[in-house]
């Protein structure tokens, strides 16, 4: 069964560009084209297809507009394939916000349109499998547990496609006492300090893209930087992180593996969860956490995006419990303060 796409781009070159890397995959059918929302609007209706690749810079309407109006009245997986610049990324997240499944960047700057989309045909597939629900509106901010106090345990987070909404609801629950908190998502490098800021401004905690050799303290949540290295928590006498050049791992730098792995050699209390994404990144490394002691969440499938890298985790055994995502900030907190209080009894 073939995977029916829709290409929206105002630019005639950039849908033949599109459309010439979709064609290359046996499973994908290019459906149609539309160089405007209206006309979008049409086709979508017309062809009803199974994924939309969505410019955001459009005549008529804007592109975000016109993805709020697509989510909240007919919800189609939708790929964003965007200029990857600072100001296209803080776009680009809004539109992950607002329920796009994934996002891919234009080729520009040298990078030719086999390099930018070399990895378009995937997402569009791991797209058309993704669980798209209808936008109720921005991630609320809510009202948090005053009397929370951290423990000493660290939490790691590992997540990739859908991780955008799922990192948005769970650290609007955290308070500004929560564990010190280090996040792999995966995503452009251009992405990570505006994503970083986006949280801080939901959160009751402060939020930033890590830097290495940054001091892991309570109130505090480190967001990898994306791109050249993987981040790692490493043991002294207080953990700190380390941004360390290496090879992709499981197709990813930065790698939730290597974040995971890092904090289960740290011999301290410690709380793993795993979110939304494809693949299995980050399976292993709960596995050795869990091996380690740490107490271990995954996201249920019924609320990922992508039920991938927790699936993975859970039929490995690597993960004690599954939690839907309104309730993962809530009991990540509990686990937090429970693997310290067993540590001290």
Request: neutral net charge; proline residues 6%.
């Amino acid at each position: 069964m073939t995977i029916g796409v829709l290409v929206v781009d105002d630019s005639a070159t950039m849908r033949g560009l599109i459309g010439a890397a979709l064609k290359r995959d046996p499973e994908i059918e290019v459906l149609g084209f539309a160089n405007d929302p209206i006309e979008a609007r049409e086709q979508i209706k017309k062809l009803n297809p199974d994924v939309v690749t969505l410019d955001i810079e459009m005549p008529k309407m804007n592109g975000l507009e016109f993805l709020e109006k697509i989510m909240r009245l007919r919800p189609t997986p939708v790929v964003m394939v965007s200029t990857l610049t600072q100001s296209g990324a803080d776009v680009t997240l809004q539109a992950l916000e607002l329920g796009a499944v994934d996002c891919v960047g234009k080729p520009v700057g040298g990078v030719t349109a086999q390099e930018a989309f070399a990895d378009l045909t995937a997402k569009v597939k791991a797209a058309a499998k993704a669980r798209v629900k209808p936008y109720n509106g921005p991630v609320a901010v809510v009202e948090r547990d005053r009397d929370y106090r951290a423990s000493d345990a660290i939490l790691a987070i590992g997540s990739s496609t859908g991780g955008v909404e799922a990192l948005l609801t769970i650290l609007s629950n955290f308070p500004d006492t929560c564990p010190p908190t280090v996040i792999t998502q995966h995503m452009p490098a251009t992405f990570t300090k505006s994503f970083a800021a986006r949280l801080d401004k939901i959160s009751g905690a402060h939020v930033t893209e890590a830097r290495d050799g940054d001091r892991l303290q309570v109130g505090h949540v480190y967001v990898a930087p994306g791109g050249d290295a993987h981040m790692e928590v490493m043991s002294s006498a207080h953990p700190v992180i380390r941004l360390r050049q290496g090879e992709p791992v499981n197709g990813h730098r930065p790698s939730v593996d290597a974040l995971f792995e890092s904090v289960a050699k740290l011999n301290r209390p410690a709380v793993g969860a795993i979110l939304t994404g494809m693949g299995r990144d980050g399976a292993a490394g709960l596995m050795s956490m869990k091996q380690a002691g740490a107490r271990t969440l995954g996201q249920d499938e019924s609320s990922c995006v992508v039920y991938g890298m927790p699936r993975v985790a859970f039929e490995i055994g690597a993960v004690e419990k599954q939690v839907g995502l309104s309730r993962m900030g809530p009991a990540i907190l509990n686990l937090c303060a429970a693997a310290e209080s067993h540590r001290s009894a």
